[in-house]
């Protein structure tokens, strides 16, 4: 007996074709994945833009200036030999004491505030005096640029007050020539004794302050501590008549002013 046939297995059904939109719309998708990703090699970089990718360079700030440090009193006062071996061991037959730093209370500070922006350069001190009671001299040694004679007028009322004249005042000094000296000079006041006269000069990296009862004892030590020497004074040119007039007077005052020179002062020039 044959039994029944084996069932034919039926085909699996067929997918509907893609329709010609859809096709479109996936070859769409692709290309706009593949334009979206990385730039191609070799497609230059944009660096130090300015945000927003414009591409141009960013500003690079400036860097703000450090100002120069100002130089400040100095309120110690080591020993310098050096300056004080300018000092002489004895001027008109009076010997000059020379005390050593540390027995004094006295700084380049100290008297440096009494020299406004120079004095703020002080960095050494010397005393020196001769007794009883004749002279007493401050000298000082700064740092940086030579100093001028010149260059000491604004201080010159707080140098007398801090050597004892009575009063803050800038008329009593004189700019006179002592000696081969170019040196500013005050005579005395109501506050000092008899005869007293304070003198104040600069020699390139020096500035010194004197003041003494005795001018003979003054000059000689004037004369053996370094100065500025005064310009020459210019010689009046005769007139015609051999005098000199009026304008031979003022032509010789105005080059006396153009030069800078200063003939000594009255006081000065009338002490030995």
């Known amino acids: 007996m044959i039994g029944a046939p084996m069932p034919i297995p039926s085909l699996a059904t067929p997918r509907p074709a893609l329709g010609q939109g859809v096709l479109l719309a996936l070859i769409a998708c692709l290309l706009l994945a593949a334009c979206s990703s990385s730039n ?3 497609a230059p970089q944009a660096s130090g833009g300015l945000p927003g990718g414009s591409g141009l360079p960013s500003a690079t700030p400036s860097p703000t200036p450090t100002p120069t440090p100002q130089p400040s009193p100095l309120f110690s006062n080591p020993a310098n030999p050096e300056l004080e071996a300018l000092i002489p061991a004895k001027v008109a037959g009076f010997a000059v004491v020379k005390p050593p730093s540390e027995q004094y209370g006295i700084t380049p500070g100290d008297i440096g505030l009494q020299y406004g922006p120079i004095g703020a350069r002080f960095r050494s001190l010397a005393v020196a005096y001769v007794e009883p009671r004749k002279l007493s001299l401050y000298a000082m040694e700064l740092e940086g640029d030579p100093v001028r004679t010149k260059d000491l007028e604004p201080y010159l009322a707080t140098a007398g007050r ?15 020539a002592v000696g081969d000296h170019l040196v500013w000079v005050r005579p005395e006041d109501n506050a000092t004794a008899a005869g007293t006269m304070i003198y104040t000069w600069a020699a390139g990296n020096h500035v010194f302050l004197m003041i003494g009862t005795d001018d003979k004892i003054n000059r000689a030590l004037l004369a053996a501590l370094p100065g500025e020497t005064p310009p020459p004074t210019p ?3 005769p007139s ?7 304008s031979g007077s003022a032509a010789a005052t105005s080059t006396a002013a153009a030069t800078g020179s200063v003939r000594p002062s009255a006081t000065a020039s009338a002490n030995p």
């Open 40 to 42: 191609p090699t070799g």
């Open 240 to 246: 015609a008549s051999g005098s000199v007039g009026a």
């Open 162 to 176: 801090y050597v004892g004249i009575n009063g803050l005042h800038r008329e009593p000094w004189e700019l006179a």
């Open 235 to 237: 010689t009046p040119v």
